[in-house]
């Protein structure tokens, strides 16, 4: 599991996903990086317990997973809160607002 926090995209996408349910073109739109490396740091996350998806159609969506253990939990608690302050994380949060909100118009 800490191997899964230990790289910065993995725990922007994390952090992300506190946020609610995303699909994979919005984490491109918010980390500006290709799919290929989004989709593959999204695995290792759902190796690591950390995330789900589903299908609907042809889009995946990724949430956080059911935490299996207090561990787990406080672990993702602390991305939820903990690091809101951090300025790359707190861009993301802002941009993930900016996109939703476009989305809805």
Do not use: N
């Amino acid at each position: 599991m800490f191997r899964a926090f230990a790289d910065e995209t993995r725990l922007r996408i994390l952090h992300l996903l506190t946020k609610g349910e995303l699909c994979v073109c919005d984490i491109i739109s918010v980390l500006e990086v290709p799919q290929p490396k989004v989709s593959r740091h999204l695995s290792t996350l759902k190796r690591a317990g950390l995330v789900a998806d589903r299908r609907d159609g042809r889009w995946k969506h990724y949430s956080l997973a059911q935490a299996k253990g207090d561990f787990h939990h406080r672990l993702i608690a602390c991305v939820g809160s903990c690091l809101d302050e951090a300025p790359t994380l707190k861009r993301d949060a802002g941009k993930l607002v900016s996109i939703k909100k476009a989305r809805c118009r």
